[in-house]
């Protein structure tokens, strides 16, 4: 079997709930050695995720296994100074260190960067803050009330509606992406100076990024992007979301004369798009509120099924807007591994989770373990990786700074 691409990068993962961990899974699904340092009684709190905002989500903790597999797991009271040092001896072997835990409680328990890089130059120091290193908000962050704070909530929905949470821990899932993207490129640096350094990966930030290019365009200028915008009110009616007498389609084209035509056989030629108000591009910009209802009075005369086979058959780029039932169906995202089948142990079957985003050809990913129990690889990294003796270990148990 060929390598992975970070074999041999170790990383401690102090992090709890989603950005932290998805960050640390995606090192640790290409080959990094991820040790998840958790306190001793409960560990991460997801480990107690039963439901995702009351929904039932199974017999198996989905929430925490899968955003933390391919990860072994060491139980380590932080409060106390005799398991800050067995933590420093696991900085002086490794490569990372990685926390979204709040500065205060890093500060109090002796973790702080200029301390953990004093035992080790060549760390890594990766934090993942609400707002920002240079901030003085130090209120909880969630991916919900960060989302609220960044302007994205605002401008989706239709106007003088509520605004729309994104959903789907996209915030958390994208500052994880950007957090693993830094530590690889401190990585980098790192094996070309042979120093280490630090690095911020805020949920803030990652959200203001996710906003562009409407949040692009606002700071250039245009303050319309910040609002809410109605499907019926698209400028270009050729670049919409429409109903079918089944599911809705979203019809991406450019508003040239060409694609009109197309998008006009697509539909039979019916003569409501034939007008001479819909005659150039100009023509359907300025009447593009009746344009966008003709389409829809069309659209709503055929099945999603039938309709997308016509978009096929004549050129027009659209998709229908599937629902998980769909998608989990889909042979292409199980083709490129973006779902995958992998052992449970807590249910002792096959079960499907979600695969990776990326493929490497020459060092692919993989799933070979859900997430570890609860310290459950404390003394064996504690001997094996950390030279302690069976005896150091009881007297450090006797002292409560493990299990």
Request: net charge neutral; charged share 20%.
């Amino acid at each position: 079997m060929s390598g992975k691409a970070l074999q041999g990068v170790r990383v401690i993962d102090l992090t709890v709930w989603f950005q932290g961990p998805v960050c640390a899974q995606y090192l640790a699904d290409f080959g990094a050695d991820v040790i998840k340092v958790e306190r001793p009684q409960g560990g991460d709190q997801a480990r107690g995720v039963r439901s995702i905002k009351s929904l039932e989500i199974g017999d198996w903790n989905q929430y925490f296994l899968v955003i933390n597999r391919n990860k072994q797991s060491m139980a380590i009271d932080l409060k106390k100074p005799e398991g800050q040092e067995i933590l420093y001896r696991l900085v002086e072997k490794s490569d990372v260190f990685l926390t979204n835990l709040s500065p205060e409680m890093i500060a109090g328990w002796n973790l702080s960067y200029e301390k953990l890089s004093a035992i080790n130059p060549k760390l890594v120091y990766a934090t993942n803050t609400g707002y920002g290193r240079f901030s003085k908000v130090t209120k909880p962050s969630f991916d919900m009330t960060v989302q609220a704070l960044t302007g994205i909530m605002a401008r989706l929905g239709e106007p003088g509606e509520p605004p729309i949470y994104l959903g789907m821990g996209s915030g958390d899932a994208y500052g994880g992406i950007m957090s693993a993207l830094g530590i690889a490129l401190a990585l980098y640096e790192c094996r070309r100076t042979g120093k280490g350094q630090r690095l911020d990966a805020s949920l803030y930030g990652a959200q203001l990024y996710l906003a562009a290019p409407q949040l692009q365009a606002y700071l250039a200028g245009n303050r319309d992007s910040a609002l809410q915008h109605s499907r019926r009110q698209a400028a270009n009616p050729l670049w919409n979301l429409y109903p079918t007498s089944g599911k809705w389609v979203y019809i991406c084209e450019r508003n040239e004369d060409s694609r009109f035509a197309a998008l006009c056989r697509a539909l039979g030629q019916p003569s409501a798009l034939l007008a001479a108000n819909f005659a150039s591009a100009t023509k359907r910009r300025d009447n593009h509120e009746a344009l966008i209802a003709a389409i829809e009075a069309e659209t709503l005369k055929h099945g999603h099924a039938e309709l997308m086979a016509a978009f096929r058959t004549g050129g027009i780029t659209a998709s229908p807007i599937n629902n998980f039932a769909d998608v989990v169906r889909d042979q292409q995202a199980w083709q490129n591994r973006y779902f995958m089948k992998t052992f449970c142990e807590e249910v002792q079957r096959e079960v499907d989770i979600r695969g990776l985003p990326v493929r490497l050809s020459k060092t692919p990913g993989e799933v070979h373990s859900l997430g570890p129990q609860l310290g459950q690889h404390t003394e064996l990294l504690m001997m094996d990786l950390l030279g302690y003796e069976w005896e150091q270990i009881e007297a450090l148990k006797a002292k409560g700074a493990i299990p």
